[in-house]
């Protein structure tokens, strides 16, 4: 559970924690959609920042599906939606690499239909999704679901549902903190650096500029590959 610098738990973790409950006891089923935002910041009493980011972390876990137009609604968890990639060792670095690489191919092109296609609602995703980022890293956490996550509110606002299918068959261990450990979590200087990555990526999106958005992407994740080629030589 994130956690914050008075080791007390976040209002974020505490209602992302309810509403996994709920879930899991059948108080939400697989195909009900959520209340609206305005209902449930009035039921739990947060802030509809507070919700969008406990919801972030939902979708990250595959517990929750945003809709263009409909809103949230719960889904079956993904475990054997999709099989897992053949052959994937996350203890090594060059799997890490691997996968890296084809994210490479990917992601730059749903970024740049994202900056020409993304609506309010899904801008708004992005950017919960982003401060949940900062929530995680800022508890001392790996982060890498709530990274994941808002790499998948790209996909999802580029319009082409095919980007994020094969985004959810990589899963949250497509994210290379969760293959090789905590080692670069602790250096502040990665730290701005990834965050300052993410941020340009959103930007321009926010933007509608394609180009520079899918440059961010590449950018981004073209830096990830060299970082961790890096390691390899230590």
Excluded at 31 to 52: H, M
Excluded at 80 to 97: A, G, I, N
Excluded at 172 to 186: E, K, L, V
């Amino acid at each position: 559970m994130t956690e914050n610098a008075l080791g007390k738990p976040s209002r974020v973790s505490e209602l992302a924690a309810v509403l996994r409950g709920k879930i899991r006891r059948g108080e939400y089923r697989p195909g009900d959609k959520l209340p609206t935002e305005a209902l449930l910041s009035l039921e739990f009493g947060v802030s509809r920042t507070v919700l969008r980011e406990a919801v972030a972390a939902l979708r990250a876990d595959g517990l929750l599906l945003s809709r263009q137009g409909s809103g949230v609604f719960v889904q079956e968890p993904p475990n054997s939606k999709y099989p897992p990639l053949r052959d994937l060792d996350q203890t090594r670095l060059s799997s890490v690499l691997e996968l890296l690489e084809l994210r490479l191919a990917i992601e730059g092109e749903a970024a740049a239909l994202a900056a020409l296609r993304c609506n309010p609602e899904q801008e708004e995703t992005m950017l919960s999704a982003l401060r949940l980022v900062r929530t995680e890293i800022e508890s001392g956490r790996m982060a890498a679901k709530a990274d994941f996550a808002l790499h998948m509110a790209i996909a999802a606002a580029s319009g082409n549902p095919r980007f994020g299918e094969m985004l959810a068959m990589f899963g949250p261990d497509s994210i290379p903190r969760t293959m090789i450990g905590a080692q670069m979590t602790r250096d502040p200087s990665y730290l701005a650096t990834l965050d300052a990555e993410h941020t340009a990526i959103v930007q321009a999106i926010q933007d509608h500029d394609p180009e520079a958005a899918r440059r961010a992407m590449r950018e981004h994740l073209g830096h990830s590959q060299r970082r961790y080629r890096a390691l390899q030589m230590t």
